[in-house]
């Protein structure tokens, strides 16, 4: 008789850290999504037979295996965001519950999967779980943007008027709203076939909105006669995020059809629409009294590639090299001059206005636009005698520097000299990085404000506005020591909650759109970090990047960031620095 193989060792009881916890950690509700999974399999294999006894049957017994798993997600117990300790359960979950979106998609018509894909493309926690393990267990931006590709899939001639029918409430938030999830929806399946819809649901959309739906037109119709005229009608209009969310939003629509590195095979803007779109950006771009705004219409100047918009950089360049000589802020010069280098592959100093409009009345009639544009982030500050952080330079005079605080932040570091060589010197990295951050404010001129944000578990700054913002703090004297003090009694403990963080520094959630919330902002971060996101109610990396995109085309804010040793995921906060034009230095 063959000997029987032995029995697999028991598994040890693990403790209890709360009950999603345990559960994620049990795989608790993995089985239930693996049998609607199995059954909807078997299901499919009788399709023929269902379909004879009258088509329904199919349907009946896939949505009560929905209604099944529905019941958990809104119920809060399907764990699709796990412990970073062992992640793999939750992330089993969440290629399950895509399958089964795409599966519902597949299988059924579209009156019958559209109401269920529906449901998950509007699901949001309840608000009082929004700061909490519940929310970011629940991970419900992931089934939200799963369902939304789901419907995607559908047969168009079907899902549009479904969607046009289902898509024109605005919903209680953004993330519930029926007609941004409509937009969305159809932007995802581009073209022809949902231009119309989608300029409609534009057109009825209110100011808010537009900022949304402005983006889905430029994603879903590059190019597009129709969409550029739509958002140009606009450009200019309402709030300082609306005006921003115009210029991002023309710059991407326009671009296919001006720019002339691309002059072959490319379908030109009649001239009327050419000329009214770059003089609309250049007023911007010249006159918006927002600081966001003129670098968003100057971005898109340089995105365009035209030499009609090269034009109006050199005139915006000069106006904001006045206004530094008036007190405004020097990053906002030294942005457009770096758009201008880019898109000209000329080096002429940025305190040389002049030399700018010299060389444009001199060339500008011959110039042809540059096939590449020239990778200029580090050219304009580059031995211009600016102060460091971390290697990085300080051009900015509205800084924001966001630190991490968390428990791993006492470990050893080996200190560097302002070359970037070690000094043979070891310390803790959270001492290494008070010293650095105390040499450069005592530094720093008086006209420099900042502000520090330290992050663990929770958030704090320095000083905060009566809306909880970081706010703003000259370099005098007294400010400085105030700061130095207070940098000096912070001690690391706890978690990297890096998402509470951005979301103070930049209001993700979104409670500051007012044009009040941007008046006295920032305009550069510099964000240090030993750590990938392990607390908070968002860890998921690729989530907090498009939270922060969504959010930083209308804040302008450039984050460069400063990562230590090699436990932390340098390539997702690379990425977070690289998105927003930052630079990022890696310390070993």
């Known amino acids: 008789m063959p000997d029987r193989a032995p029995a697999p060792p028991s598994r040890p009881a693990e403790p209890t850290l709360d009950p999603l916890r345990a559960a994620s950690r049990r795989w608790r509700w993995a089985a239930p999504l693996l049998s609607i999974l199995a059954a909807a399999a078997l299901v499919g294999a009788n399709a023929g037979a269902q379909e004879e006894k009258g088509g329904r049957a199919l349907w009946r017994e896939k949505k009560r295996l929905f209604d099944e798993w529905w019941k958990k997600v809104d119920g809060l117990q399907l764990i699709l965001q796990g412990d970073e300790r062992r992640p793999e359960p939750a992330r089993t979950l969440r290629r399950e519950a895509a399958a089964l979106l795409l ?78 999830a409509a937009a969305e929806v159809l932007s995802l399946l581009g073209g022809e076939r949902a231009k119309g819809p989608l300029l409609a649901l534009y057109a009825k959309a209110e100011a808010r909105e537009r900022i949304e739906i402005a983006s889905d037109l430029a994603r879903a119709l590059p190019g597009d006669d129709e969409a550029i005229a739509a958002v140009l009608a606009d450009a200019g209009q309402g709030g300082i995020a609306e005006r921003c969310a115009q210029a991002h939003a023309l710059a991407s629509l326009a671009a296919p059809r001006l720019d002339e590195t691309k002059n072959e095979g490319r379908r030109a803007l009649p001239e009327p629409q050419a000329q009214a779109l770059v003089a609309k950006l250049g007023r911007l ?40 000589a008036a007190g405004e802020r020097v990053e906002v010069r030294n942005r457009v001059h770096a758009l201008l280098e880019g898109v000209t592959g000329q080096s002429i100093g940025a305190d040389r206005p002049q030399w700018w409009k010299d060389w444009w009345a001199k060339n500008g009639a011959s110039f042809t636009v540059a096939e590449a544009v020239a990778k200029v982030q580090d050219r304009a500050t580059r031995n211009a005698g600016y102060l460091q952080y971390f290697q990085l330079e300080i051009t900015s005079d509205r800084i924001l520097f966001i630190v991490d605080r968390s428990g791993s932040m006492a470990e050893p ?126 860890i998921d990396e690729d989530e907090i990047l498009r939270r922060v995109d969504e959010v930083n085309v209308l804040r302008r804010v450039k984050i460069h960031a400063i990562t230590f040793g090699d436990q932390n995921n340098a390539k997702f906060v690379a990425e977070l620095a690289a998105r927003s034009g930052g630079r990022h230095v890696h310390m070993d």
């Open 103 to 180: 599966d519902l998609a597949r299988s059924l018509e579209v009156k019958d999967a559209a109401p269920m894909l529906w449901k998950v493309a509007l699901f949001e926690v309840d608000p009082e779980h929004n700061l909490g393990l519940t929310h970011l267990q629940t991970a419900p931006w992931y089934l939200r943007t799963e369902a939304r590709k789901a419907l995607a899939t559908l047969p168009t001639d079907e899902l549009v008027p479904w969607l046009l029918e289902h898509g024109q409430k605005k919903g209680k938030t953004k993330e519930a709203s029926p007609r941004l």
């Open 413 to 538: 570091a080996a200190r560097r000299d302002r070359y970037g060589k070690q000094s043979g010197q070891t310390s803790s990295k959270f001492a290494y990085v008070q010293d650095e951050l105390e040499t450069l404010l005592q530094a720093l001129p008086e006209t420099t404000q900042v502000n520090v944000l330290f992050f663990s578990d929770g958030v704090e700054a320095f000083r905060t506005t009566e809306g909880g913002r970081p706010d703003l703090i000259p370099l005098t004297t007294r400010g400085k020591s105030e700061i130095v003090r207070y940098v000096r009694n912070i001690a690391p403990n706890g978690g990297t909650n890096l998402y509470s963080a951005l979301d103070r520094a930049l209001d993700i959630a979104g409670r500051g759109l007012k044009d009040s919330a941007y008046e006295s902002a920032f305009d550069t971060i510099y964000l240090l970090s030993d750590g990938k996101p392990t607390a908070g109610p968002v």
């Open 285 to 324: 771009a010249l006159e918006d009294p927002s600081w966001q705004v003129r670098l968003a219409a100057a971005d898109a100047l340089g995105r365009l590639k035209c030499r009609a918009g090269i034009e109006l950089l050199i005139a915006a360049f000069a106006r904001e090299s006045e206004r530094l």
